[in-house]
Nanobody, 125 residues
Framework: QVQLVESGGGFVQAGGSLRLSCAAS????????MGWFRQAPGKEREFVAA????????YYGDSVKGRFTISRENAKNMVYLEMNSLKPEDTAVYHC??????????????????WGQGTQVTVSS
């Protein structure tokens, strides 16, 4: 399995930007598709973005398309989420996760095996 640690969360005003990082440990990191999910209080965990192991393909939730960008650096075992034009409704705990090997649906939370502890993002209006 892959161990994951997120960082980069914080407090930002609406319209601002943040960059989240996810450090992965374990072997064969490039084999794993990676995803970002978020969870606000009282709400279900929501798909934000995902990227294939090679980085060739990316996926985004409808609410973040055009504002967020996922990327990865396999040589450093890192995944990033660049968040621009932030809105108060983006406030949540953001988690990175490793897609189960062989899974083909990166938007489904049930297809992820390993999760980080999360980092809080708070956007004020």
């Amino acid at each position: 399995q892959v161990q994951l640690v997120e960082s980069g969360g914080g407090f930002v005003q609406a319209g601002g930007s943040l960059r989240l990082s996810c450090a992965a440990s374990g072997r064969a990191f490039s084999y794993y598709g990676m995803g970002w999910f978020r969870q606000a209080p009282g709400k279900e965990r929501e798909f934000v973005a995902a990227i294939t192991g090679s980085g060739a393909r990316t996926y985004y939730g409808d609410s973040v398309k055009g504002r967020f960008t996922i990327s990865r650096e396999n040589a450093k075992n890192m995944v990033y989420l660049e968040m621009n034009s932030l809105k108060p409704e983006d406030t949540a705990v953001y988690h990175c996760a490793a897609l189960r090997l062989g899974s083909v649906v990166p938007t489904n939370v049930g297809n992820y095996d390993s999760w980080g502890q999360g980092t809080q993002v708070t956007v004020s209006s």
